[in-house]
Structures are given as C-alpha cells and as structure tokens.
T-cell receptor
Framework: AQKVTQAQTEISVVEKEDVTLDCVYETRDTTYYLFWYKQPPSGELVFLIRRNSFDEQNEISGRYSWNFQKSTSSFNFTITASQVVDSAVYFC????????????FGAGTRLTVKP | GAGVSQSPRYKVAKRGQDVALRCDPISGHVSLFWYQQALGQGPEFLTYFQNEAQLDKSGLPSDRFFAERPEGSVSTLKIQRTQQEDSAVYLCAIAGGNTGELFFGEGSRLTVL
C-alpha cells in the first residue's frame, strides 16, 4: 500500500521568509498521483495541486512552487516570501488510482508565519 | 466547502450513543468519499461511493460504522454505540474538476464524552 511521510511536524518562519515543506512517498505503482492540500484554521481542506507520475516538470503558481523528483520519491512544496495568511496545516497525499478512491494523506506540516 | 455541505458541524455525544452525520453534495457528482481526521493527524480514508454503490468500505474501523447513499446524492455516516476513540472530524469529499482533485466539505467534528 502507498505511504506518505511528512517529516516536519511544525515549522515557524517570519513573514517574507521562504519555506519548503517536505513530502516523501512510497508506492509500487508506476502510475500515481500526488497532491498538496492546505487546511487553514477554519478546517476546510483546500486543493493546491495535483501532479501525475509521468510529469516531472516543476510547477510554479505565484508564490507557490513544487519540486517533483521521482529519483528521491519526493514532492516538496516551497512558499516564497511567506505571508501570515499562509499559516495553516499542509498535507501531501498520494493516489494510485485515477479515481482517487485510494487517496492517502501524510500527517501534515503545521506552518506558522509570524509577522 | 464549495459543493459539499456537511451537518452537523459539531456534535457532542455521550459514549454509547448513536450518531448520524450528513453529507449533501452539489448535484451531479458521482463519486463521494468519507474520511476521518483525528486531532493532529491527516485524513484517513473510510469509504467511497460511486452513485449509490458503496465500492470500497475497507477504511471503516469497525462494524459500528455504517455509511449509505441510497439515492446517489446525500450520504449519511452512522456510528453506533460511540466510543471515545471515535472523536474526530469526519470529512466528506467529492471528486471533480479536470485535475481529479477531491473537494472537501468543512467537516463534522464529533466529540464523544
């Protein structure tokens, strides 16, 4: 079965610092899908990105960027010039099924951005 | 969250009580998921529906947990004889979008005393 590890339980940074959240995954499938979700204090999980295993191109969306490296089974997430509103718990997830009916989440990393 | 409404938002139950949690997705979504999120943990898969068919219930922790979606829209997660370890946030999600992501509701926080 697939597994997702987020080794960083909590990270605290000062506003405008860059921060990288680590995600390491395990799977025996050659086709799989990786996700990042944000869970702000309100509790709702907010989708950030989905990446399939055949697409190793790194992606940038505003201040967010993702580094997918199959060689190290990692899918790390970087926030550039962090803001207080970025404070949340961030979850990495893995699905081996295109229907996502087997999505497994990591334990999450709590990011606190201080003013 | 957009597209998924869950109720109640908060539920306090005495140990041994039965509870029912409701998920009301925006119409037209075939796939529906239930997840359990314990405090400080990531969401754990419970069960999955495609329309009214429950295709996977491998994540249900015990036979006290039961989910249904009789008409392929609203779903109910029922927990019988609640125990303290059932305390968690129960999240409902639908699959959608071109990128296949799951859209989550705000969850139902269950506290068992």
């Amino acid at each position: 079965a697939q597994k997702v590890t987020q080794a960083q339980t909590e990270i605290s940074v000062v506003e405008k610092e860059d921060v990288t959240l680590d995600c390491v995954y395990e799977t025996r499938d050659t086709t799989y899908y990786l996700f990042w979700y944000k869970q702000p204090p309100s509790g709702e999980l907010v989708f950030l990105i989905r990446r399939n295993s055949f697409d190793e191109q790194n992606e940038i969306s505003g201040r967010y960027s993702w580094n997918f490296q199959k060689s190290t089974s990692s899918f790390n997430f970087t926030i550039t010039a962090s803001q207080v509103v970025d404070s949340a718990v961030y979850f990495c997830a893995l699905s081996e099924n295109i229907n996502n009916n087997d999505m497994r989440f990591g334990a999450g990393t709590r990011l606190t951005v201080k003013p | 969250g957009a597209g998924v409404s869950q109720s109640p938002r908060y539920k306090v139950a005495k140990r041994g009580q039965d509870v029912a949690l409701r998920c009301d997705p925006i119409s037209g979504h075939v796939s529906l998921f239930w997840y359990q999120q314990a405090l400080g943990q990531g969401p754990e898969f419970l069960t999955y529906f495609q329309n009214e068919a429950q295709l996977d219930k491998s994540g249900l922790p015990s036979d006290r947990f039961f989910a249904e979606r009789p008409e392929g829209s609203v779903s109910t997660l029922k927990i019988q004889r609640t125990q303290q370890e059932d305390s968690a946030v129960y999240l409902c999600a639908i699959a959608g979008g071109n990128t296949g992501e799951l859209f989550f509701g705000e969850g139902s926080r269950l506290t068992v005393l």
